[in-house]
């Protein structure tokens, strides 16, 4: 299983929120690059980064700290926040990413995630599933959409999806576990799918379960940021 470095940044600053709420964040002092070069440096192949501020504009604002990133590193990047059409697709390849996530653009314009899969390749493009009560989330977490999980993945992985980065929301940036039985029930659904972990991971035991269950990989945020969990011990 995979273990992915979680980078989320504000205003170029690494951050973590609270279940998705802005008004709950903790900014860090490290450097976003400086951050992902110290993240190489004790031997991690990946790092998932997010944009904040595009997520929350609708718009890409932070390309420039993930070109610096894929430039200066030979971490392999999946990119997410504030990619809404194809312009947007093609830079954040152009930057040197090696996949993205479309989250909120998938529930809105499934059609146009589907496009970008047959344009760019479906290993490319990560689903973000946001979840809460095994329903859907989107725009910050903020709406939920009424779309049950299972038939949201169901729809993507028949149009080709490979790779799926499911958040349990109100587990996020909390330290308080991950959501076992939640990704257990995805997997028994979906076999074949690369599942990817996120919201809550803080010990060893917690990715010893995620292993366990057959996950691809899990994301690891706060836990890294605040050395709960260190490199040595992974």
Not at 151 to 157: A, D, E, N
Not at 158 to 169: F, P, R, S, V
Request: charged share 25%.
């Amino acid at each position: 299983m995979r273990i992915i470095p979680a980078l989320d940044m504000i205003d170029g600053k690494c951050v973590r929120l609270e279940q998705g709420d802005f008004s709950r964040k903790k900014i860090y002092e490290q450097d976003p690059l400086d951050y992902a070069k110290s993240l190489e440096d004790e031997g991690f192949h990946y790092l998932h980064l997010v944009d904040l501020d595009g997520a929350k504009k609708g718009e890409l604002v932070h390309w420039k700290i993930l070109e610096k990133i894929c430039h200066a590193t030979g971490l392999k990047v999946d990119f997410g926040g504030g990619i809404k059409d194809s312009a947007a697709v093609k830079k954040v390849f152009d930057c040197g990413a090696h996949q993205l996530t479309a989250g909120s653009i998938a529930v809105k314009n499934p059609e146009l995630v589907t496009e970008w899969m047959a344009l760019f390749g479906a290993e490319k493009i990560i689903l973000g599933a946001d979840v809460k009560d095994q329903m859907i989330y989107i725009d910050g977490w903020k709406t939920n959409t009424g779309i049950p999980l299972l038939s949201f993945l169901k729809k993507f992985i028949e149009a080709g999806t490979q790779y799926a980065i499911c958040t349990d929301i109100s587990r996020d940036g909390l330290l308080q576990g991950s959501a076992v039985d939640l990704y257990q029930t995805i997997r028994k659904a979906f076999p074949d799918l690369n599942l990817i972990a996120s919201g809550g991971v803080h010990s060893l035991d917690d990715i010893r379960l995620l292993e366990e269950s057959g996950l691809e990989g899990a994301i690891v945020g706060k836990a890294l940021l605040e050395n709960k969990i260190n490199f040595n011990q992974l």
